[in-house]
């Protein structure tokens, strides 16, 4: 998959709500306020067609195996910003915390987007994967089909 098509990705499975109210099933009132503000960053970078200010929003343990760099993670994300336009804001309607990684659902929305913790701190992530075993590509179902592009 390349670079540009992975970064897509992870803009898509953020970039997925219009309104709603948000909530959650579990986890810490801690991790789901910490999940919270990652939205509101996305939102906040997304307004502002901020691409390295959403690449501080990525897992950071799979984040060297996607970009060669932040440079090059910050340039190719401000292209698919300005690309896409004005985005709706994301509203959380649910996160569903287990452990270190959390599933979050936005209002009018099918699917979920995957959040992982590290060293503390909640993350948009890359993969599939957890904590401990990252593996590589965001979901390529953002509408929860079950189907894929195979990106």
């Not at 997925?16 to 109210?21: E, H, K, P, Y």
């Not at 999940?35 to 901020?50: H, L, P």
């Not at 979920?112 to 979901?139: H, M, R």
């Amino acid at each position: 998959m390349r670079m540009t098509n992975r970064v897509a990705l992870v803009l898509a499975a953020a970039a997925v709500a219009i309104s709603g109210c948000g909530g959650d099933d579990s986890g810490s009132e801690a991790d789901t306020a910490a999940i919270q503000d990652v939205v509101t960053e996305i939102n906040r970078a997304n307004v502002e067609k901020d691409g390295a200010a959403y690449c501080d929003l990525l897992q950071p343990s799979t984040f060297s195996g996607t970009f060669s760099s932040r440079a090059k993670c910050a340039e190719e994300t401000n292209q698919i910003l300005e690309q896409a336009g004005k985005q709706p804001e994301l509203v959380v309607e649910n996160i569903s915390i287990d452990g270190d990684t959390a599933k979050v659902t936005f209002a009018e929305r099918s699917g979920e987007a995957p959040f992982i913790k590290e060293n503390g701190n909640w993350y948009l992530t890359l993969g599939q994967g957890t904590a401990d075993s990252p593996s590589g590509g965001v979901t390529d179902d953002p509408d929860g089909n079950g189907g894929g592009n195979g990106g």
